[in-house]
């Protein structure tokens, strides 16, 4: 088991995909690999021959056949199911940034291009295999590059809890802007609130003002007088959730007075 932060600091655990899961899901991927790049292959070679190409045609479309089997299908797979290959899929295998967090094409090609590394480059794996065993997540190099993991995808990562917002700093919250306020800064917001109530006084008092500090002055704004740090702090969070968060749709009118 592996702890991870999300992006709202919270806390979970997920097990870790180890080399003998690992390395069945990779024959798996190998063995659709092999067919789908033997097939792109008689396909490529037949349209040449009926193109009557010549070996310069022969020796690009090699070089594309291998490049699509070895690179193309392992970004393609992952980057379509977030993470997961059909071998990752038979294995229950999912692949997750390092805080937990669904992976994107970014991830998929920094993996996808590792992975000649890792893998191909004597033709054995052994790179892979030693690397994930010096590391404590099982981490190969495109792991390493890209900061991804590989889990069980089994456990699923659980609804961040939502901050309820101080009423009466709802307005003040409402006209800031929040594109200061990054993941790195959120993460301890959100560990100062939900830990609030196990602090002594004199933490809560310090450590909320600095923290109060540090976000207006990413947010560009003064700090308010008068209010507890954990209000403007709970404030600014609980905004920045609902922002994230879209709109609820709107009710259909004529559908109901229909039905009445």
């Given amino acids: ?22 390395a069945a899901a990779f024959l798996l991927d190998l063995m659709i690999q092999l067919i789908f790049g033997v ?19 022969i020796s690009t479309m090699l070089v594309i056949v291998v490049t699509l089997t ?16 059909l071998g990752k899929m038979a294995l229950g295998l999912r692949v997750v940034r390092a805080d937990g967090g669904p992976t994107d094409f970014r991830h998929a090609v920094t993996r996808g291009l590792a992975g000649i590394v890792d893998f191909w480059i004597l033709g ?16 190969r190099i495109g ?8 889990v069980h995808d089994r456990s699923r990562l659980p609804f961040a809890a939502l901050v309820l917002p101080p009423p009466w700093l709802q307005g003040w919250a409402r006209q800031l802007d929040l ?49 507890p740090p954990v209000q403007i702090l709970g404030a600014v969070l609980a905004e920045r959730q609902r922002r994230s968060f879209p709109p609820p749709p709107k009710p259909d009118t004529k559908a109901f007075q229909r039905a009445a």
């Fill in 1 to 22: 088991m592996a702890l991870f932060t999300t992006g709202e600091a919270v806390a979970v655990e997920l097990p870790i995909a180890r080399i003998p899961t690992r």
């Fill in 39 to 57: 097939a792109l292959f008689f396909l490529c070679l037949w349209t040449l021959f009926v193109w009557d190409a010549d070996t310069a045609w």
């Fill in 70 to 85: 070895l690179i193309g299908y392992p970004v393609l797979s992952e980057t379509l199911s977030r993470g997961r290959s």
């Fill in 124 to 139: 054995t794996g052994l790179i892979a295999v030693v690397v994930s065993l010096c590391s404590p997540n099982a981490r």
């Fill in 143 to 150: 792991d390493a590059l890209a900061g991804t993991v590989v």
């Fill in 179 to 227: 594109t200061g306020l990054s993941d790195d800064l959120a993460v301890p917001v959100r560990q100062y609130l939900t830990r609030f109530r196990t602090l002594t006084p004199v933490a809560q008092d310090q450590l909320g003002r600095a923290l109060v500090v540090t976000v207006c002055a990413r947010l560009h704004t003064p700090p308010l007088n008068g209010y």
